[in-house]
């Protein structure tokens, strides 16, 4: 089972070809691991939406104990994912990368309005802009909310919006060729590797920047970036969030994985009343936890 393309979430190898997973999970396996895919189903296994980026998924394993995958999940609607919904279920295995308290994202709506006001201004007196975000995931949510803006994008975000558009996603997908500096234009990329030189010329040259990432909650994130500014805009849950599906789900067990695994183990224990448990290296069944 995959539950999205995140490549932390992708094997490294296959021992074979079959994968639950959704088509858009698939042809990015084939886009990021170069692997040809072959879904399948089990009877046992039931796929949710997890919200989290375009064909993420959770899966709910029926059986003597019904146990519910989180993978990386939101439930926060945004404009190209539906949130994530809790379900009943007896073992929960949740993510819990934002798994302390002061991680409480802003409404959505209302970040990305303040996103476009930014990028209007600066439009509207000439002036281009540098997008820093996650080249699958956070980029297409931007490119989704503010397609009308004279947007352009690495080459990597553009065959990813590319791939989304041939499962009916409407993405803007204009790759980034030569930069009239008379004309304004916001560029969105990763900005790693051979695309810092790029990055470094548009500084040069005025361009103002901007990261989106969960972790522009923290004070030192704007000055570690090197940015003009840090929008809290993530694909995740946040606190709040987690503990609520949590609750919702009223699990029997809760073992929690990625990011802040123990201390939010910690919260569900003592907040929820519920067992809970971080699963930690080189433990990879749900027996070694018993």
Not at 135 to 144: D, F, I, T, V
Not at 267 to 273: I, S
Request: glycine share 6%; with cysteine; proline share 4%.
């Amino acid at each position: 089972m995959i539950s999205h393309a995140h490549t932390d979430h992708l094997p490294t190898s296959f021992r074979h070809n079959s994968v639950i997973c959704s088509s858009i999970t698939r042809d990015f396996v084939k886009v990021r691991r170069g692997k040809d895919v072959e879904i399948c189903s089990d009877e046992r296994v039931k796929i949710l939406d997890a919200g989290h980026i375009a064909g993420s998924s959770m899966f709910l394993i029926k059986g003597e104990e019904d146990i519910l995958y989180t993978g990386d999940y939101c439930t926060r609607d945004k404009h190209q994912t539906k949130a994530a919904k809790p379900h009943k279920c007896d073992v929960l295995i949740t993510e819990a990368t934002y798994g302390k308290p002061h991680y409480v994202f802003p409404d959505h709506d209302e970040i990305m309005s303040i996103i476009r006001d930014w990028l209007q201004d600066i439009s509207h007196r000439g002036g281009s802009a540098v997008l820093f975000a996650y080249p699958l995931g956070k980029s297409q949510e931007l490119a989704a909310a503010l397609k009308d803006l004279p947007l352009a994008f690495h080459s990597n975000i553009s065959e990813n919006n590319l791939v989304l558009r041939k499962h009916g996603y409407d993405l803007p997908a204009k790759e980034f060729g030569e930069w009239n500096r008379s004309e304004p234009m916001i560029y969105v990329t990763s900005g790693y590797g051979k695309d810092i030189a790029r990055v470094e010329l548009l500084r040069k040259h005025g361009a103002k920047t901007a990261a989106f990432s969960g972790w522009a909650l923290d004070k030192e994130f704007l000055r570690s970036s090197r940015v003009d500014e840090a929008f809290p805009v993530s694909d995740h849950c946040g606190f709040d969030e987690l503990k609520e599906f949590v609750r919702k789900c009223s699990p029997k067990k809760v073992f929690t994985t990625h990011g802040f695994a123990k201390e939010f183990a910690s919260h569900v224990r003592r907040e929820l009343g519920i067992d809970a448990q971080p699963m930690v290296a080189r433990q990879r069944t749900l027996d070694h936890f018993c």
